[in-house]
Nanobody
Framework: QVQLAESGGGSVQAGGSLRLSCVVSGNSISRYDMTWWRQSPGTEREFVSRSYSYGRTDYADSVKGRFTISRDNAKNTVYLQMNSLKPEDTAMYYC?????????WGQGTQVTVSS
């Protein structure tokens, strides 16, 4: 069974940094795209970043230049380095993978940025 576990969230002041991790068990991530999403109360879950299995990365415009996604296939882990954090980055952050047409999500990790 595929399971994802996020960690690394916390409370920081604006301008600070956090590094989120997502450890995947039950499946090797090396051949699969991995994505980060976030959701604030009362809003829909929104795309943040994608790490393609072949190396390319994508970012939402709102985080481009501040966030960096990376992966360590040997550790079955994907990371999200978040710099220059803003109050509007406050959200629950989730990682996701799609395996045989089914989406798998982690439980999320909370990021709170104060002004």
């Amino acid at each position: 069974q595929v399971q994802l576990a996020e960690s690394g969230g916390g409370s920081v002041q604006a301008g600070g940094s956090l590094r989120l991790s997502c450890v995947v068990s039950g499946n090797s991530i090396s051949r699969y795209d991995m994505t980060w999403w976030r959701q604030s109360p009362g809003t829909e879950r929104e795309f943040v970043s994608r790490s393609y299995s072949y190396g390319r990365t994508d970012y939402a415009d709102s985080v481009k230049g501040r966030f960096t996604i990376s992966r360590d296939n040997a550790k079955n882990t994907v990371y999200l380095q978040m710099n220059s954090l803003k109050p509007e980055d406050t959200a629950m952050y989730y990682c996701k993978t799609t395996y045989y047409g089914r989406d798998y999500w982690g439980q999320g990790t909370q990021v709170t940025v104060s002004s």
